[in-house]
């Protein structure tokens, strides 16, 4: 019996601390991916309150993380070169969300509770090797219900796992645990466990854009609109029960180009063939900004309150963006909603920071 109490007592003590208070400071968050082949001392790291450094993996056989040996060398100096510029930088390791992520593995690592062990120690190992403060995942797109239930059990146990290593390891803080998410909980297959990242992570960031697409409409349209669209996902997290200091909000330094039918006919709505300029349309906010420079200073850049966003067209192309504008108002709608933060995806597509300044 005594046994017992000493394990339940454990058990409280560890969940007690699962979550440390933290000054509730709004989070200015971006993501910095290595396939993008931008130099990590090219950062400006004094935009930002936290990176993530992105892409780990995870082995298809053992679960535990892998890193290609040229993400490794990377990653080993990531959170020292972006401390040279902003010496209070938070740095997390992310997870997934790399350009081909095999997610039938990740579903395999969260269904089994030795893969899950194995998954979340070489996590925390690896976090500590090279100096991360904190992990988040990447997996944002469940491929069935029964992943969405695993991820729920998987935030737990990991959230128990780092709890114990900051209590055995008193000269570390406990790991900051996050998630990149969906922007609705309703919009993947089986809803998100709401209870287990409440209770287990820290924050969550949330995917703010990627409403439409070229190829998906015969119209040209707002990819990322914060009314009719972000705002409702918000209101449906907080709805169901997440607090709004738990949400993230996110800011696409892209958008996407469509084909017009003719080039007068060049508003939000007008008939639209499909893509422009590559096979989806995807354009990063730094190769439009210089699409538009290179036909000159006159090309107007129009800005729309309804949707909150911007949009200009050159010929038959159309772009659908945020400019600074648009962030400003994302930015001022998230401090009203009183939300932990934004986060720039990806730093890497930024110009000049122009939008994570504006942020």
Not at 14 to 21: D, G, V
Not at 123 to 141: C, E, M, N, P, T
């Amino acid at each position: 019996m005594a046994s017992k109490i000493i394990v339940l007592v454990l058990h409280i003590c560890i969940f007690s601390e699962s979550l440390p208070t933290r000054a509730q400071t709004l989070i200015r968050a971006g993501y910095w991916d290595s396939g993008d082949e931008f130099f990590i001392s090219d950062v400006n790291s004094a935009l930002f309150t936290h990176l993530m450094c992105g892409f780990a993996d995870v082995n298809s056989t053992s679960y535990e993380l892998s890193l290609s040996p040229s993400d490794e060398k990377q990653f080993s100096n990531f959170t020292d070169t972006v401390k040279k510029k902003n010496p209070s930088i938070t740095t997390l390791l992310s997870i997934g969300g790399g350009k081909n992520p095999n997610y039938s593995t990740y579903s395999s690592m969260a269904s089994n509770p030795s893969s899950r062990k194995s998954f979340i120690d070489s996590s925390i190992k690896i976090a500590r090797l090279y100096g991360f403060q904190g992990l988040d995942l990447s997996w944002s797109w469940a491929n069935t219900s029964w992943d969405n239930y695993n991820i729920g059990i998987l935030f737990k146990e990991w959230r128990a796992a780092v709890a114990l290593e900051a209590r055995n390891n008193s000269s570390q803080s406990q790991l900051i645990l996050t998630a990149r998410v969906a922007y609705s909980p309703y919009s993947t297959i089986g809803a998100y466990s709401i209870d287990s990242i409440r209770q287990y992570l820290n924050w969550v960031h949330v995917i703010t854009a990627e409403y439409s697409r070229p190829m998906w409409t015969n119209h040209t349209s707002a990819p990322a609109a914060l009314v009719f669209n972000t705002e409702y996902g918000i209101t449906a997290w907080t709805d169901e029960g997440l607090s709004a200091d738990k949400l993230v909000l996110g800011l696409p330094c892209y958008g996407y180009a469509w084909t017009l039918v003719k080039p007068e006919d060049n508003g939000i709505g007008a008939a639209a063939t499909g893509p422009a300029l590559s096979d989806i349309g995807f354009v990063t906010y730094k190769e439009i900004k210089n699409y538009i420079k290179s036909y000159g200073p006159n090309v107007p850049v129009m800005y729309n309150s309804t949707y909150v966003m911007n949009y200009c067209s050159i010929g038959k192309i159309w772009f659908g963006f945020d400019d600074v504008e648009a962030v400003r108002m994302k930015v001022a709608y998230a401090k009203e909603k009183k939300l932990r933060g934004y986060f720039v995806w990806k730093v890497a597509y930024d110009h000049d920071w122009m939008l994570s300044q504006a942020a």
